[in-house]
């Protein structure tokens, strides 16, 4: 019998998997230089979310962020951990994050080519109670030839050259989307402090038997968002019901979706009309990543990888999964909008 337990001396950690896809496409390194120092702040996110409880980090900093959450004090930390990685990686020249208001520009002497749209610490409503969180982020290069602004981040997914979340889950797993390549997945392995290779070109289901969102606010739901729920609930066509599932932390609920398939929905309804999830650092990297695995990401009208932000904390509706499901709501969405 084999033993599965030998110690692998060939392993493909995220950073030989970049440097690799790099080399094929005669890249300058810049791009693997941006990853290991986001891998190195995700690393640090990691070590800190698991001792949060004993090294005080658990409560409320005595704050609000830029959209109006509660900061807690490890929202704090990711942030500093994430920003100050990423300046030191002299690949960036501007980073969004969910914390901060205006648009962080890096000092001259350090700048690069890439722009970085990051949620630090998503989900972080459940930090107190234990449940996954993660970090979302999104690089875009910069296109424009003026100084570093907010205005370089205002890019439609589309130009995405990578995103993908990193999940604090029963383990660390951070996902990978490239513009060159597919979805991949990378765990963090303890014992040697590296990201490595377990899921290559990850494809979503073309249909899945789960439907995922906040019903809390069925008070609010538009029809076609109440018709679409209704035949999740109760098929007409004598098949079995779908599963509800609602996590409440995006990188949850989405890698959950990615890896069983269904659908995840975060509509826009009479309370928030413009939606309530962000599209630089949660929409367009949720979506570019379900894209790349072969789903569907969309507010309902239009894809989400073709809107032109206007805002760099612009708001959006969310639905997104497999394509037989996603198409499905479309088609209810199309039906409502034509009466």
Same mark, same amino acid.
């Given at each position: 019998?084999?033993?599965?337990?030998?110690?692998?001396?060939?392993?493909?950690?995220?950073?030989?998997?970049?440097?690799?896809?790099?080399?094929? @496409?005669?890249?300058?390194?810049?791009?693997?230089?941006?990853?290991?120092?986001?891998?190195?702040?995700?690393?640090?996110?990691?070590?800190?979310?698991?001792? @949060?409880?004993?090294?005080?980090?658990?409560g409320i900093a005595g704050s609000t962020n830029v959209t109006g959450d509660q900061v807690k004090k490890l929202d704090i930390l990711s942030n500093d951990l994430v920003i100050n990685m990423l300046k030191s990686s002299f690949s960036t020249c501007v980073i969004v994050s969910e914390e901060n208001k205006d648009a962080v520009i890096v000092e001259t002497e350090k700048q690069g080519k890439y722009i970085v749209c990051i949620d630090p610490?998503?989900?972080?409503?459940?930090?107190?109670?234990?449940?996954?969180?993660?970090?979302?982020?999104?690089?875009?290069?910069?296109?424009?030839?003026?100084?570093?602004s907010g205005k370089d981040a205002l890019q439609?997914?589309?130009?995405?050259?990578?995103?993908?979340y990193a999940l604090y889950g029963s383990a660390t797993m951070?996902?990978? @989307?490239?513009? @060159?390549?597919?979805?991949?997945?990378?765990?963090?392995?303890?014992?040697?402090?590296e990201f490595i290779l377990v899921d290559r070109d990850v494809k979503i289901k073309k249909k899945g038997n789960i439907y995922s969102l906040n019903e809390g606010y069925a008070k609010y739901f538009d029809p076609a968002v109440t018709e679409y729920l209704k035949k999740k609930k109760f098929p007409e066509d004598g098949s079995s019901p779908y599963g509800g599932r609602y996590i409440g932390s995006m990188v949850a609920d989405v890698h959950r979706t990615l890896v069983y398939g269904g659908i995840f929905l975060y509509p826009a309804n009479s309370k928030s009309p413009k939606g309530k999830l962000r599209?630089?650092?949660e929409c367009n990297p949720m979506a570019f990543v379900i894209e790349k695995a072969g789903g569907i990401a969309t507010t309902g009208h239009q894809a989400i990888l073709d809107i032109v932000p206007e805002d760099i904390h612009q708001r959006v509706p969310v639905v997104l999964g497999s394509p037989?499901?996603?198409?499905?709501?479309?088609e209810i969405v199309k039906k409502h909008?034509?009466?």
């Open positions: 019998m084999t033993d599965r337990s030998a110690f692998d001396t060939n392993v493909i950690t995220m950073t030989r998997f970049v440097m690799e896809e790099g080399r094929r @496409a005669k890249g300058t390194g810049e791009f693997t230089q941006l990853l290991n120092s986001l891998c190195t702040a995700i690393k640090a996110i990691s070590t800190a979310v698991r001792k @949060a409880g004993i090294a005080n980090l658990y610490l998503d989900g972080s409503s459940n930090i107190d109670c234990l449940v996954s969180i993660g970090t979302i982020f999104a690089i875009y290069r910069k296109v424009s030839s003026d100084q570093p439609p997914g589309r130009n995405l050259v990578a995103a993908g951070l996902v990978l @989307a490239t513009s @060159a390549g597919g979805v991949n997945c990378f765990m963090l392995d303890p014992a040697i402090g599209l630089l650092y037989d499901d996603v198409k499905e709501y479309l909008s034509a009466k």
